[in-house]
């Protein structure tokens, strides 16, 4: 009898070991192990006897700790149906529930009773964010794989609130267009228009599981995620009297107009509307976790500046005095530039073409002797190339001057408006490095921001269009452009009452 159970209790070891089994290191302890692996679950759960014919468990795993053994799988599925029936499917229609993404069974077998705490298994799933909801995915990636992913109720609302954002950059007429592969016509007129756009990640739908609480419910939630990401900060500006969008920008990073009207559509309609004291606007940087590339066109007219003067001898006139035979003028071109543009930011641009409307007229000036001329015509110049007006007379209080920016070249070079004597060239906490120039004839002009000192000393001569420094942002200034402005007897006036400011873009 003793050999008979000797020879018993072998061939329950073999049966254990062919199988690979679950077994049990200690009776009292809450240990399973597989392979010689012991695990310690963590809900308590004991071990109530064994049969000799091998059973089916399911261990389950949530965001990598073990939490026990199910004996009826089934049973705790219909647990999950049921709290979706009675809790979800209002909100999550036509759809149904499982584990959590971070959940995982796995099957085994073994040849013990273990305690059936299944309800427990269930009620700690539910309570940690272990039960899961089929719904939308989409994937944000690049070649390096996928970075980010949201989860949405309806996939309309993800492709409208795309659409939404996308016309941040774009109108909704272009977007339609080109998104049919329909070309725009040739620019005729002065303007802007889009001529091809792209999303430069990969976006892709799918189905997936997730805890219903990170699931987007509506159109707004997918738009906020679009703009702005992870990023939960936001900044606001409270507009008081008198206040310009081009002077709230200066005050938050130089944001442009166009950028802050993307922000408040609700509120703003027009980059040149009047701002109601007390307005609330959002005034918080896109940091959206797509990136939209705009390739622009846009033709403008610009000045076609004529070669400086020429100066005839004169033995006629006495030294030092001189006669205009003929008036200098400007010149105009049509000028057709191709524009990239990044989540609203002009990356660079490159002019495509250009062509004469009016050829510039060389001015012819009679002079008494031969000699480097400090008077100026009156007539002036803009100051810098691809001149675009990101800050006009009096956008904030104060502001007497116009502030211009290179729109292709920010660091590019300044230019004298018009033939003059410098007075000045120094360094103050506001306008940083500065210039001014006398032009002899009662107007003087004002420079300030440059790069670094020019190299001109006061009292130098400089003919216009001569370059007298580069563009910078010295001072108090949050980004590269000049400070410009026009003094008439020592009085401050609006440039754009000496210039032509209504061909000039506007930042």
């Not at 001529?195 to 990969?202: D, G, S």
Request: aromatic share 12%; proline share 3%; hydrophobic share 35%.
């Amino acid at each position: 009898m003793k050999k008979f159970l000797e020879i018993a209790v072998l061939a329950v070891l073999s049966i254990a070991i062919a199988y690979g089994s679950i077994y049990i290191s200690d009776m009292n302890d809450d240990f399973f192990s597989v392979n010689s692996v012991s695990e310690k679950s963590l809900l308590a759960q004991k071990v109530e006897g064994y049969d000799s014919v091998a059973l089916t468990y399911y261990k389950v795993y949530s965001k990598g700790n073990f939490i026990g053994v199910i004996t009826d799988l089934e049973y705790v599925n219909s647990l999950i149906d049921k709290t979706y029936h009675e809790d979800y499917e209002q909100d999550f229609p036509d759809t149904s529930m499982t584990f959590g993404e971070d959940v995982y069974i796995m099957e085994v077998s073994g040849f013990y009773r273990v305690e059936n705490i299944d309800d427990k298994i269930f009620e700690y799933l539910k309570n940690n964010m272990g039960l899961g909801i089929y719904t939308n995915v989409i994937d944000f990636s690049t070649n390096d794989g996928i970075y980010a992913s949201i989860y949405v109720e309806d996939i309309n609302d993800f492709y409208d609130a795309r659409d939404l954002f996308l016309e941040n950059f774009i109108s909704s007429e272009e977007l339609y267009k080109l998104s049919n592969n329909q070309h725009p016509s040739d620019l005729t007129s002065v303007g802007t228009q889009s001529i091809a756009f792209r999303v430069q990640e990969k976006i892709t739908a799918h189905k997936g599981v997730v805890h219903p609480s990170k699931v987007m419910m509506n159109m707004d939630e997918v738009l906020e995620y679009l703009c702005f990401g992870e990023n939960e900060e936001r900044s606001y500006h409270v507009v008081k009297a008198g206040e310009t969008l081009q002077g709230v920008g200066f005050n938050y990073g130089d944001m442009t107009p166009t950028q802050i009207m993307m922000l408040n559509k609700d509120k703003i309609t027009s980059v040149d509307q009047i701002l109601e004291e007390g307005m609330i606007l959002n005034v918080t940087y896109f940091t959206s976790p797509i990136t939209v590339v705009v390739t622009k066109e846009r033709l403008t007219i610009e000045d076609v500046y004529p070669d400086t003067p020429l100066y005839i001898e004169d033995n006629t006139l006495y030294e030092g005095t001189s006669v205009v035979q003929q008036k200098e003028e400007n010149g105009s071109a049509y000028a057709l530039y191709e524009e990239i543009w990044v989540n609203g930011y002009l990356l660079r641009g490159t002019k495509k073409s250009e062509s004469i409307i009016t050829q510039p007229v060389q001015g012819i000036i009679q002079v008494g002797s031969k000699v480097k001329p400090n008077v100026g015509s009156g007539f002036f110049r803009w100051p810098i190339d691809n001149p675009m007006i990101t800050c006009s007379w009096y956008c904030y209080p104060g502001h007497q001057a116009l502030d211009l920016q290179n729109m292709y070249n920010r660091y590019d070079n300044i230019y004298a408006a018009d033939n003059g004597t410098v007075i000045a060239n120094s360094y103050d906490d506001i306008s940083g490095y500065y210039v001014v120039i006398d032009h002899n004839n009662g107007y003087q002009t004002y420079y300030g921001h440059m790069y670094r000192q020019s190299t001109l000393k006061v009292g130098d001569t400089v003919l216009k269009g001569e370059i007298i420094g580069t563009i910078g942002a010295t001072g108090l200034a949050t980004g590269p452009h000049v400070h410009f402005e026009i003094r008439v007897d020592g009085v401050k006036k609006d440039v754009c009452d000496y210039t032509n400011c209504d061909a000039l873009p506007r930042g």
